[in-house]
């Protein structure tokens, strides 16, 4: 009888240990939502590039909540905005909005433990690669 309780308890102190990894994070929840400028494979690379854009973020971990594309009459609205900033000459243009938490141990520039939500801009001239122009706001 013996056996069997240390066998038990062995088995849940396995579990409990197990319990307490690191747990994993849900998946990114993406909404390309409707273009008639892009289609899905070309807001599906420019949301690529954010989420790259992102994991090379340092001094904190980012857990990317969301990203949705801003549709292309708030996009289109900022392409004198983005050619301004003398990062290219462009004729289109997708904004992402974002929700990000930063880790606990978040340094630098970062609030730890917090929530930040971004938009990110991104622009290329027609039918070309995806360029990150500018980010945060």
Not at 6 to 32: N, Q, R
Not at 54 to 61: D, H, L, V
Not at 72 to 81: C, R
């Amino acid at each position: 009888m013996k056996k069997l309780i240390c066998i038990v308890l062995a088995a849940a102190l396995l579990f409990t240990l197990a319990a307490c990894g690191e747990s994993a994070t849900a998946p990114v929840k993406v909404d390309l939502g409707k273009s008639d400028r892009y289609t899905q494979e070309d807001l599906q690379k420019a949301e690529k590039l954010v989420e790259d854009t992102i994991k090379g973020f340092t001094e904190a971990t980012i857990d990317l909540k969301s990203l949705t594309y801003a549709g292309d009459e708030k996009s289109m609205a900022e392409l004198e905005y983005v050619n301004s900033l003398d990062r290219g000459a462009f004729d289109e243009v997708a904004i992402f909005g974002s929700l990000f938490h930063t880790s606990k141990d978040a340094g630098g520039a970062w609030e730890a433990d917090t929530d930040y939500t971004w938009d990110f801009y991104l622009a290329r001239s027609t039918g070309g690669e995806w360029t990150m122009v500018t980010y945060g706001y």
